[in-house]
C-alpha cells in the first residue's frame, strides 16, 4: 500500500495531520473520516499506552487517513513494535544531535540502511504482501526539532540517510530557548528559529511539518509552504468547538 503521504509532497500539498492523545478508537476513527490525511498516535503524551496502539491504528486504518504514530522516546524496542502495529511513519521526539537521528533511522529501517528487525504483524496485514520490499520507502521518519541543541545540529541531522524530514515542536523548542510555552510562536526570536528550521529542511529538500497550537499558528504556517500541518490535538479540537459553542449560546 503506497504512503499518501509522499504523494502530497509531490503534489505540493500540505498533508493536515490530526493529532490523537486519548485511549480511543472511536475518536481516532472520526478523526481519519473528517479527511485529515494523516493521523497521529500520541505515546509520548497522549493518555494512552502501547498496548493501546495496534487497536487505534486499527480504527485509523478504517479510513484513508495514514496511520502515524509519535513514540514516547528514541528507543529501538517501541519503536520496532510501533511499526510491526502498522503505523506509516513515526515521528521521534527531542532530537538532538545526528547520533541521535542514526539511532532513529536504525530503529525504522530494515538492513542495510537499519537495523530493524523482521516480524511486521499488523504492518503485513496493513502495508500489504510487498510489505518488507517497500517499507524502507514506504514509512515516514521524521525527527522532532524541538531544543536549541536540535537546531545548532540540524544540518547535520538532515544528512542523516533514511531520515526524511523533521517535525518541530515550538512548545519544548520555546522551553528550551527560555520562553513559556503554549503560544508564544509569534515571538521574535521562536519565531526566526521556526523560520531557520524550515529554511533549512527546504534547501535540503527535505519533509518539514509542524504541531501548532491554534488556527492562527496553523494558518501563517500554512503560508511558510509546509509539507505538514497538525492543527491542533483532539482535546484542542474539543475544546475550542465547545467553548465557541457555550459563548454563542450564552452570549
Ligand atoms: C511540542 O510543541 O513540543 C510538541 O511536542 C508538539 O506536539
Ligand atoms: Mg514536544
Redo the contacts with the bound molecule.
Sequence with gaps: RPNRLHDLISLNKPALNA?LSCNSPYIAEVLGHCGFDSVTV?L??GQLGMDAVPSLLQAISATAAMPLV?CSENNFGEINKILDSGAYGI?C?MIDTRQDAERFVRACRYPPLGARSFGPARGLLYGGSDYFNAANSTLLTLA?I?TVKGVQNIDDILDVTGLDGI?????????SMGIA?GGNWEDAALGVTIRHIIERCQSKQKYVGI?C?DMAMASAMKEVGLNML?PG?DIQLLRSAATARLAQLRG
Design positions: 493529532w500520541d509520548q503524551h509519535r515521528i521526539p522532532m524541538e517535525y518541530i515542536g515550538p512548545n519544548d523548542l520555546a522551553i510555552p504541531f497550537n497538525t490535538n
